[in-house]
């Protein structure tokens, strides 16, 4: 089991719903990060948060709002998404985002499958 | 160039082989590096990570790295079925706002019986 946890496991939604993905992690990391991953690709990162303050955003569309409530939690409001936007979305956490990850591998949770009809 | 280069395979093994995967990356500023495997329909599990020149083991698992060469592996010695996964190469990138780890698009190792 891993020590990240993500809400729901799988989610159907249709284009016009706002739904929103959780995020848990008690390990005292602080620092989380959103991925989107599509069948036989690698993780696309698309949002981190380093001290519950947004330190990168990949260019990520509007129609994804990331929250960082506190250090232990992360969400990931979803509104108006589109059929493409199907994909496993992976949260994840490490101790910290500094200058030098030395010893601050990703944790990642089991991920929310994620269709949108 | 891609940030992190690996052969998506399948790379084939029969039970008991070495299993040999290899990554190479572009940044050379990268320090930190980690293998994570991932089966079909989870999430990436990390088996290894090394920063520092040469090999680095743990239990059935070497991870090689030669900064020099920006060339980092993975062996896996006396290989299982249960080894059967896509392997992910990741790579730390200092962006100047924070490190991002950068994934290679993974090899899929088959370990047959």
Redo the contacts between chains.
Sequence with gaps: DTEVTQTPKHLVMGMTNKKSLKCEQHMGHRAMYWYKQKAKKPPELMFVYSYEKLSINESVPSRFSPECPNSSLLNLHLHALQPEDSALYLCASSQDQGRSSYNSPLHFGNGTRLTVT | QKEVEQNSGPLSVPEGAIASLNCTYSDRGS??F?WYRQYSG?????IM?I?SNGDKEDGRFTAQLNKASQYVSLLIRDSQPSDSATY?C?V?I??G??????????TQLKVEL
Aim: glycine share 16%; proline share 4%.
């Design positions: 320090q930190s980690f989870k999430s990436p599990e990390l990570s920063y992910l990741a730390d200092d962006t706002g924070g490190n991002k780890l950068t994934f290679g698009t993974g």
